[in-house]
């Protein structure tokens, strides 16, 4: 059925385009006939003018002449065709369309004579005019008739063709009820088994593309091919979600950290850049915080790894709930952490923010273990990079933690000016030693009893030729950051051990290594060559080591073992400046020290403060139980050597007992020769 009613209704299309064919035919005869009418009209009014010029003697050029048969003789041509139908066969060929031609040709052949008498004899005109003018109205009435034809003609192929295309189409609609009938009732059994199966399978693909995917497939228990397709769309669905989960794992692994979920160093690093090309063009300033944790390492040792990592979470958790929702707090590594903020009003916001880290850290907290950290910040400026904005909350840290931890500080003009002066120190330094500029001076350590001298401890001086006397708590760390100490330190204990070459055998040289000394694996070789070359017996040295030594995260188990190996061969380890860091006990579990020495901060108060000198009278009672010796630093008054005498301190070394001095008695008296004291104390 549907094969015969398309045949029917091509045959209707061909009907219909035939007809108007006929029609578009007879339009182009009868638009044929408007044209030739029209180039007639002013074929006459052109003989005419020129037929009365000739006759009131009016001179007409041969060229004027020529084009004027030239166009009677288009004329005669173009009225001779009529319209052709693509097969050759003329439209119309009525009689009306026949006597046109027929005019035409008589009045192209009348307006010839006329021309050519008025050409050679003008007084012709007038005789000749009647037949010209016969012609001329003979073919404006056939003109009439045959456009009257062609007119009649249009009109019955309408009415014709509309009688015809309404009752095919009729036939073709009845035809075309009963398909869509057919169709209708079709297409109800293939909504229900089909369209609306595969309409919510192509949802449940959309939702794939945008990652919403929780729809139930439907199908997947039919046994035809659309259940196969239902199962196949399943595991699709199934694999594209794996693939998915992996892809945002890996994209989160790449830009955050996985124990607190804070943005990566690689996150922070993309996002400072972005902030300061926006910045350069809202006006807004920029604000990097610099976060370290204080005493990290010693919560490590206390609670382990696990209680490190609880403690880490606890600082990403309060600096995320400090900072505003399009601030970025990361983690850059270990205890440290960074946030980006963007304010116009700056220092205030930085400020405001700082105020509110430190008020939720000194919160009281379940797990009985205080956060406390030291916070630089730094502000952008025009065109600044965002490495030397890092690096300026860095230099900010640096001096919050130098100036006693757990504070805030920001990057300032003064802190630029000193890191200059840093800078220019640590130029100075490099050439230091090839100018004399370093020397060593040595303090005394005495009995606490007897005051005998037992030991001299080696101290590093710089006289800069401009500045003066540097103090070593200012160019050591400068030594230290720089490269510099490895080449310091090797300098000094060979001229340590060359000036113990000239003393009494029985007086001890002590000499204080840096923490950065110990990551040269040879230090301990390099020790006990220098001394056999100087010829000063190995159990002779004291090399002093502070705690920080022995926090070097991942070099501590090479730390202990350089230890141990120095005193394999002989020398004496001594814990320098105990009490002060954050693992002394835990230092004295893992390693046999020789000697303690308590910091002079808790014997300058111990007459004052009453926890400094329960302190110092707990240490030496340690010391005694573990059968190590015991030294009080910085000893200045009588009072005190009295009372370090009776809780039975072994060794005392302070102003007290001898200033740092360049030059040595090479006995072990009471009493020391009268040298040029060293400016300073020991660092």
């Given at each position: 059925m549907a094969l015969a009613l398309l045949a029917i209704g091509l045959s209707v299309s061909n009907k219909i385009h035939q007809a108007d064919l006929r029609i578009t035919r007879l339009s182009e005869a009868l638009g044929h006939e408007d044209r030739l009418d029209q180039a007639q009209r002013r074929l006459r009014q052109d003989i005419g003018r020129l037929t009365r010029d000739a006759e009131r003697g009016v001179k007409v050029s041969n060229a004027g002449w020529i084009d004027l048969r030239e166009r009677i003789a288009d004329f005669k041509r173009r009225s001779s065709q009529t319209a052709q139908s693509p097969d050759g066969r003329s439209e119309v060929r009525s009689a009306p369309i026949k006597e046109v031609q027929q005019a035409a040709a008589a009045f192209a052949k009348a307006s010839d004579q006329l021309i050519e008498t008025s050409r050679l004899r003008p007084s012709g005109i007038k005789s000749a005019m009647p037949r010209f003018l016969g012609s001329l109205t003979a073919l404006e009435t056939s003109r009439s008739q045959a456009r009257w034809a062609l007119t009649s003609a249009i009109w019955k192929a309408a009415d014709q063709n509309r009688r015809e295309s309404r009752r095919d189409i009729v036939s073709v609609l009845l035809g075309g009820l009963v398909i869509v009938a057919m169709v209708f009732g079709m297409a109800i059994w293939l909504r229900r088994r089909l369209v609306s199966p595969i309409t919510v399978m192509a949802a449940r693909l959309r939702e794939f593309k945008v990652g919403a995917s929780d729809g139930e497939v439907p199908g997947m228990e039919r046994a035809d091919e659309l259940g196969d397709l239902a199962r196949g769309l399943y595991e699709y669905r199934n694999a594209v979600e794996s693939r998915r989960a992996a892809e945002r794992r890996a994209e989160f692994l790449a830009n955050h950290d996985m124990l607190t979920g804070l943005a990566n160093r690689l996150l922070f690093e993309n996002r400072l850049a972005h902030e300061l090309a926006r910045s350069g063009r809202t006006g807004d300033i920029v604000a990097v915080f610099a976060v370290d944790l204080d005493a990290f390492k010693a919560i490590n040792d206390r609670l382990g790894h696990a209680g490190g990592d609880r403690v880490l979470k606890r600082t990403a958790q309060l600096l995320s709930s400090c900072v505003r929702g399009d601030d970025l707090v990361a983690r850059i590594g270990g205890d440290e952490f960074a946030i980006i903020q963007v304010a116009r009003s700056q220092p205030v916001a930085a400020e405001?923010?700082?105020?509110?880290?430190?008020?939720?850290?000194?919160?009281?907290?379940?797990e009985g273990v205080a956060i406390k950290m030291s916070v630089g910040v730094a502000l952008s400026e025009p065109g600044q990079a965002g490495e030397e904005l890092h690096e300026r909350a860095d230099l900010a840290l640096y001096r919050a933690k130098a100036d006693g931890r757990n504070t805030a500080r920001i990057y300032d003009k003064h802190l630029k000016d000193e890191e200059s002066q840093r800078v220019q120190l640590a130029r100075d330094l490099e050439n230091a030693i090839s100018a004399n500029e370093l020397r060593l001076v040595f303090q005394p350590i005495a009995d606490t009893v007897s005051l005998e001298i037992v030991a001299y401890e080696a101290l590093l001086r710089w006289l800069h030729p401009r500045r003066g006397e540097i103090p070593p708590d200012v160019f050591v760390p400068i030594a230290e950051s720089s490269g510099l100490i490895g080449t310091i330190g090797s300098w000094m204990i060979d001229q340590a051990l060359r000036a113990a070459s000239t003393w009494d055998p029985r007086v001890s040289l002590a000499i204080n290594l840096s923490p950065i000394q110990f990551r040269s694996v040879s230090l301990a070789t390099e020790i006990r060559d220098l001394s056999r070359h100087w010829g000063v017996a190995f159990d002779r040295l004291e090399l002093e080591v502070t705690e920080s030594a022995t926090l070097l995260g991942f070099q501590r188990d090479n730390v202990l073992a350089t230890l141990k190996t120095l005193r394999d061969y002989g020398a004496k380890v001594v814990m320098d400046d105990f009490?002060?860091?954050?693992?002394?006990?835990?230092?004295?579990?893992?390693?046999?020290?020789?000697?303690?020495?308590?910091?002079?901060?808790?014997?300058?108060?111990?007459?004052?403060?009453?926890?400094?000198?329960?302190?110092?009278?707990?240490?030496?009672?340690?010391?005694?139980?573990?059968?190590?010796?015991?030294?009080?630093?910085?000893?200045?008054?009588?009072?005190?050597?009295?009372?370090?005498?009776?809780?039975?301190?072994?060794?005392?070394?302070?102003?007290?007992?001898?200033?740092?001095?360049?030059?040595?008695?090479?006995?072990?008296?009471?009493?020391?020769?009268?040298?040029?004291?060293?400016?300073?104390?020991?660092?």
């Open positions: 405001a923010l700082i105020s509110r880290i430190f008020k939720m850290a000194s919160a009281p907290s379940d009490g002060t860091g954050h693992s002394s006990l835990s230092n004295l579990k893992e390693f046999t020290f020789d000697k303690i020495k308590i910091d002079r901060s808790f014997v300058a108060t111990m007459d004052s403060h009453a926890s400094s000198s329960s302190i110092v009278k707990a240490t030496i009672g340690l010391g005694k139980s573990l059968g190590l010796i015991i030294v009080a630093e910085g000893v200045e008054t009588d009072e005190q050597l009295s009372i370090l005498r009776q809780w039975g301190c072994d060794q005392v070394q302070g102003f007290l007992i001898g200033m740092p001095a360049d030059c040595l008695p090479v006995a072990p008296t009471g009493q020391h020769a009268t040298c040029a004291s060293g400016a300073g104390r020991k660092p």
